[in-house]
T-cell receptor, first 113, second 113 residues
Framework: GENVEQHPSTLSVQEGDSAVIKCTYS??????FPWYKQELGKRPQLIID?????GEKKDQRIAVTLNKTAKHFSLHITETQPEDSAVYFC????????????FGKGTKLSVKP | EAQVTQNPRYLITVTGKKLTVTCSQN?????MSWYRQDPGLGLRQIYY???????DKGDVPEGYKVSRKEKRNFPLILESPSPNQTSLYFC????????????FGPGTRLTVT
């Protein structure tokens, strides 16, 4: 089955710097990759997603890139702000399969003012 | 307001005392699932349901039961809780499996002593 590895497990940056979180997946048939953000004490919420027919997707300060050949995808946050501090989860899914969304173990991002 | 609700939000119980965590959604979603979140392990799926009367095991189903008698409700049952089931539990719903945005409930923090 699918396995998703996420790195780093913790990341600390200064406000205004960029942050990058990387994930690798094992099943080459996976074709949908969402990212969820979980603020402290809150529920996870979808922030951006990408499908395998697209190499990059941007939404204001966040972007996701996908390298299908290498089977990895990354979340990029530019001009980080304290409110970006949260745990971020990547996930992978194979559309049309009987499988389910498989999550990475999460990255705790801390943005220092 | 579109939402997923869970009850109770916090529960402390003793080993072996049966308990039920309720989950309800008002978005007419067909797909519902339960996750547990443990430090360093991310979100792991316990059970999921593709529709009424259709349920299946996720990655960590041992010690749990579910039922889906109505579209809106998906309770999680622990027949004989053990300390290793101490965790943060999230219910989620979506239009379908995987490629649709998962809407998470607020979470239930369970402690089994």
């Amino acid at each position: 089955g699918e396995n998703v590895e996420q790195h780093p497990s913790t990341l600390s940056v200064q406000e205004g710097d960029s942050a990058v979180i990387k994930c690798t997946y094992s099943d080459s048939a996976s074709n949908y990759f969402p990212w969820y953000k979980q603020e402290l004490g809150k529920r996870p919420q979808l922030i951006i997603d990408i499908r395998s027919n697209v190499g990059e997707k941007k939404d204001q300060r966040i972007a996701v890139t996908l390298n299908k050949t290498a089977k990895h995808f990354s979340l990029h946050i530019t001009e980080t702000q304290p409110e970006d501090s949260a745990v971020y989860f990547c996930a992978a899914y194979q559309e049309g399969s009987q499988g389910n969304l498989i999550f990475g173990k999460g990255t705790k991002l801390s943005v220092k003012p | 307001e579109a939402q997923v609700t869970q009850n109770p939000r916090y529960l402390i119980t003793v080993t072996g005392k049966k308990l039920t965590v309720t989950c309800s959604q008002n978005m007419n979603h067909e797909y519902m699932s339960w996750y547990r979140q443990d430090p360093g392990l991310g979100l792991r799926q316990i059970y999921y349901s593709m529709n009424v009367e259709v349920t299946d095991k996720g990655d960590v189903p041992e010690g749990y039961k579910v039922s889906r008698k109505e579209k809106r409700n998906f309770p999680l049952i622990l027949e004989s809780p053990s300390p290793n089931q101490t965790s943060l539990y999230f219910c989620a719903s979506s239009l379908g499996a995987g490629r649709y945005e998962q809407y998470f409930g607020p979470g239930t923090r369970l402690t089994v002593t």
